[in-house]
């Protein structure tokens, strides 16, 4: 089983600046592409960021320019840096893996993180 633990979230004023962080656990698993998704209160969860094995990235259209999802592929652990933070992006952020067992790589499972708040201010 991998188990993915998030760090970083917070309070902040509106123009500002956090960075989130989330390091998956399993030695015997394979990590493929990592992501960020978010929900807020009354909304479905949605994709932020992904970013594959080689480092490549996608974004949201709402986060573009804003937003950076790294990956230190040694720590098994992903990262988002957020600047220009608005009201709109308050909402729980969740750390997602695709991971296989390296007995069964054909077969991979998605992993989610508990969760971490991040609550922008006006």
């Known amino acids: 089983q991998v188990q993915l633990v998030e760090s970083g979230g917070g309070l902040v004023q509106a123009g500002g600046s956090l960075r989130l962080s989330c390091a998956a656990s399993g030695s015997t698993f394979v990590i493929g592409a990592m992501s960020w998704y978010r929900q807020a209160p009354g909304k479905q969860r949605e994709l932020v960021a992904r970013?594959?094995?080689?480092?490549?990235?996608d974004y949201a259209a709402s986060v573009k320019g804003r937003f950076t999802i790294s990956r230190d592929n040694a720590k098994n652990s992903v990262y988002l840096q957020m600047n220009s933070l608005k009201p709109e992006d308050t909402a729980v952020y969740y750390c997602?893996?695709?991971?296989?067992?390296?007995?069964?790589?054909?077969?991979?499972?998605?992993?989610w993180g508990q969760g971490t708040q991040v609550t922008v201010s006006s």
């Open positions: 970013i594959d094995s080689s480092g490549s990235a």
């Open positions: 997602n893996t695709i991971a296989a067992p390296r007995t069964t790589p054909f077969s991979t499972y998605d992993y």
